[in-house]
């Protein structure tokens, strides 16, 4: 790995490079708001992978490129798409109306009508949000061939209903994005997103011959296998941990939907924001329907859970 420092706005921007792919860090390793920029350099064709708030400081390096594929649709891989308004957009089809009109994305999200003029207006002025309506479907295993460069899609889905990880030969180099291993854990709280669908993907994850593994955010390159399994086991063990809490509060007391998302499953106890409630709300029952389909838990009549 040749790390070395760039930027076209006064600003030195970390980067990374393998072959013909071009890492470039956001700020704080790529830590949300930001994330980290991929670029594929191919003879005929150079492709982004998402274009994250960074993209906007890259400067010709970035704008240069003719293509767009995005690895999967929220407000933090969309950040530079406005740079870009001629070049064609690419994301999996599951997440194709999320890219192309704001109603699309708010439903991915499941956002409530109380905060959703709130969340558009502080994602245009943080994000630069701008919708896709051209944006262009891809499927599982769909290939990009960039001359000398091959991308190839696996669909991941979980954090998204159309989260892919791309995988670019013959570097070798595979984006995973939002399988982003921070130790936050897993996100899962969206209306598009499915916990059972993130179980699979972290089981299959280490399966893309990859001999690079570059996330969105926060955790950036793996070059080392052994270091990117332990660190991909520990963020499975998150959803263990957030099994364990949970029935630890029903152990407490039999509590209702409500009465856990008060306590915090995600965030600590008493965060806020504006869909920290919905997320939460989500991601509980997500916890709560597998626990309920394997019988350690029941649903009384009056909405409470508690311990078989
Ligand atoms: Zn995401």
Not at 153 to 160: D, I, L, N, R, W
Not at 192 to 209: E, G, K, Q
Not at 215 to 241: N, P, Q
Not at 271 to 284: F, K, M, N, P, Y
Request: net charge negative; hydrophobic share 40%; charged share 25%.
């Amino acid at each position: 790995m040749n790390v070395t420092a760039a930027g076209s706005s006064g600003r030195t921007i970390p980067r990374a490079d393998f072959g013909r792919v071009a890492v470039f860090f956001g700020e704080k390793n790529g830590k949300y708001p930001d994330a980290n920029q991929v670029i594929v350099r191919g003879s005929d064709t150079q492709a982004a992978f998402d274009t994250p708030v960074v993209a906007n400081h890259i400067g010709p390096e970035f704008d240069a490129s003719d293509l767009v594929i995005l690895g999967h649709v929220h407000e933090d891989h969309m950040a530079a798409l406005h740079r870009l308004p001629k070049a064609p957009v690419h994301v999996h089809e599951a997440d194709l109306a999320a890219a192309q009109s704001w109603e699309g994305l708010r439903a991915a999200y499941g956002s409530d009508e109380s905060y959703v003029a709130e969340m558009l207006s502080r994602f245009q002025r943080d994000f630069f949000y701008a919708p896709r309506p051209d944006a262009i479907g891809y499927k599982d295993g769909a290939v990009w061939e960039l001359g000398g460069s091959l991308v190839r899609a696996f669909h991941m889905p979980g954090h998204t209903a159309g989260h892919c990880a791309l995988l670019v030969e013959p570097e070798g180099v595979a984006f995973i994005g939002d399988i982003d291993l921070t130790g936050f854990g897993p996100y899962y709280g969206d209306a598009s997103s499915s916990l059972s669908d993130f179980r699979r993907t972290l089981a299959r994850v280490a399966d893309i011959p990859a001999n690079v593994w570059v996330t969105s955010h926060h955790r950036g390159v793996y070059t080392d296998r052994e270091k990117f399994l332990r660190d991909l086991a520990a963020y499975t063990r998150t959803l263990d941990i957030r099994e364990q809490r949970l029935l630890g509060l029903l152990r407490e007391s039999p509590k209702t939907l409500a009465q856990l998302v008060e306590c915090r499953l995600l965030y600590p106890p008493g965060h806020q924001g504006l869909w920290v409630v919905d997320a939460e709300t989500r991601s509980i029952s997500s916890h709560l329907d597998e626990l309920l389909a394997d019988g350690r838990v029941r649903l009384d009549d009056g909405g409470v859970y508690r311990l078989s």
